[in-house]
């Protein structure tokens, strides 16, 4: 059974401003709450195309949604290849656009896949290193921790789990598998807590967590997948559509953040103008909120997970 809370996920549809038959695609289908409530507000000529790499989201999502019937479609795939998913699903216009109305981005992990520990996500289970969101992937955590180089190991600790002792960590992975392979996460969790100092460790929740993510985000190549998909869901966008992006770390936040600021339109008048008289220039989308929209308090008493999910929404603009 696929237990999940979805995290903002009234604000996040909310923000999209469904129409009955419109087109909408949700990237991360995971738990289907999201999708849930799109579809719920799509009329018989809507549409929904619902992206997912984990078999057990899009078998979850096969009696989620069957209430909906063909206005929803299951996509097995890396949201990165979202333009070749329109391309077969809905096809361009005539000028060579995809017109989609909105496009939903929830880049939090699915709990059931921390809190199952055969996946290898959680450092409270013990399992073996996988770590793939996609099970046909050929690297798993096990690959990197066994075999890079403690130097590589130590970057994505620290770019990717913002980990201040990355480097004593790596040192230590490397160490050990010199004597045996490290074949589980309770082996992992173990060389992280001997890589932080004792005081460290007592504070700022679990150890393993900045090193269990890093090892996730680079297994599963999120960040790349995740900018390739927001360029693509931006050229995507009808004039008018909207994208819905909801972040649950700063790297992930701060991808969005410069990505929807280098679409805005921007003065182009010189510096010594007194005032802007070029209308303000050209671009492709307008910031809907201009600050993220946390989690409401009620919604942190149920889900202390969501504490630091963000959501941002910008709209695609008409060609001036």
């Not at 979202?82 to 699903?89: F, K, Y």
């Not at 010594?272 to 989690?295: E, H, S, W, Y």
């Amino acid at each position: 059974m696929f237990h999940h809370i979805t995290v903002l996920k009234e604000e996040a549809v909310e923000g999209l401003r469904i129409k009955p038959d419109g087109i909408y695609v949700d990237c991360t289908l995971g738990g289907a709450g999201h999708s849930s409530l799109i579809a719920s507000k799509l009329g018989s000529e809507g549409r929904l195309i619902a992206l997912d790499q984990d078999d057990w989201a899009l078998n979850n999502a096969k009696e989620v949604l069957k209430p909906y019937g063909n206005r929803v479609t299951l996509v097995k795939t890396n949201f990165r290849d979202l333009e070749e998913v329109l391309r077969s699903q809905v096809g361009r216009d005539e000028d060579g656009h995809f017109h989609v109305d909105g496009i939903l981005f929830d880049l939090g992990v699915s709990s059931p896949q921390f809190d199952e520990g055969e996946r290898g996500f959680s450092y409270n289970h013990d399992a073996p290193l996988d770590m793939r969101m996609d099970q046909s992937a050929e690297l798993t955590a096990a690959d990197i921790v066994n075999e890079w180089p403690e130097q590589e190991i130590a970057r994505i600790l620290f770019e990717y789990g913002e980990e201040k002792f990355s480097r004593r960590i790596a040192r230590v992975i490397c160490e050990r598998r010199e004597n045996s392979p490290i074949q589980t996460t309770g082996q992992l969790v173990d060389m992280i807590k001997e890589g932080i100092p004792a005081a460290a460790r007592r504070t700022g929740g679990h150890p393993a967590k900045r090193s269990f993510q890093a090892l996730r985000i680079a297994v599963n190549d999120e960040l790349g997948a995740f900018k390739d998909a927001l360029h693509q869901a931006i050229n995507c966008l009808a004039p008018g559509g909207r994208v819905s992006v909801i972040t649950f770390h700063s790297l992930e936040d701060r991808i969005c953040k410069q990505i929807f600021n280098s679409y805005i339109p921007k003065c182009t008048c010189p510096p010594d103008f007194p005032m802007c008289v070029c209308g303000g220039g050209q671009g492709t989308l307008k910031l809907v909120n201009r600050k993220p929209i946390a989690p409401s308090a009620s919604e942190l008493a149920q889900n202390p997970r969501a504490r630091s999910a963000k959501l941002r929404i910008a709209e695609k603009l008409e060609p001036s």
